[in-house]
């Protein structure tokens, strides 16, 4: 049914931008919030933003505010996350992931679908 693939992680160098994509089959995804989320090694999975089923409303954590966006194409079945100002903090493991329902939350377990992850490596 549905599957979330993200890409466009890598290593880039602090203060720069990476924009990751989360590609997502089936039609379906486009009647739920979206998320992401990352974890770092050796920590556990921290949210990081959030978008509402058709993309009006948004929610950020704080140590990403003001420096990523998140952003949906539905028309592509696709969600994005436009990191800037990266810092060595942001370094993890990213995941996109498919909510219950159609509104922005914060919480881990209102998220059913999961992607696999990509690498995103900050470096100095």
């Known amino acids: 049914q549905v599957q979330l693939v993200e890409s466009g992680g890598g290593l880039v160098q602090a203060g720069g931008s990476l924009r990751l994509s989360c590609a997502a089959s089936g039609r379906a995804v486009n009647s739920y919030a979206m998320g992401w989320f990352r974890q770092a090694p050796g920590k556990e999975r921290e949210f990081v933003a959030t978008i509402s089923w058709i993309g009006l409303s948004t929610y950020y954590a704080d140590s990403v505010k003001g420096r990523f966006t998140i952003s949906r194409d539905n028309a592509k079945n696709t969600l994005y996350l436009q990191m800037s100002s990266l810092r060595l903090e942001d370094t993890a493991v990213y995941y996109c992931?498919?909510?219950?329902?159609?509104?922005?939350?914060?919480?881990?377990?209102?998220?059913?679908?999961w992607g696999q992850g990509t690498q995103v490596t900050v470096s100095s």
């Open positions: 992931a498919r909510s219950r329902g159609r509104t922005v939350t914060t919480t881990r377990n209102e998220y059913d679908y």
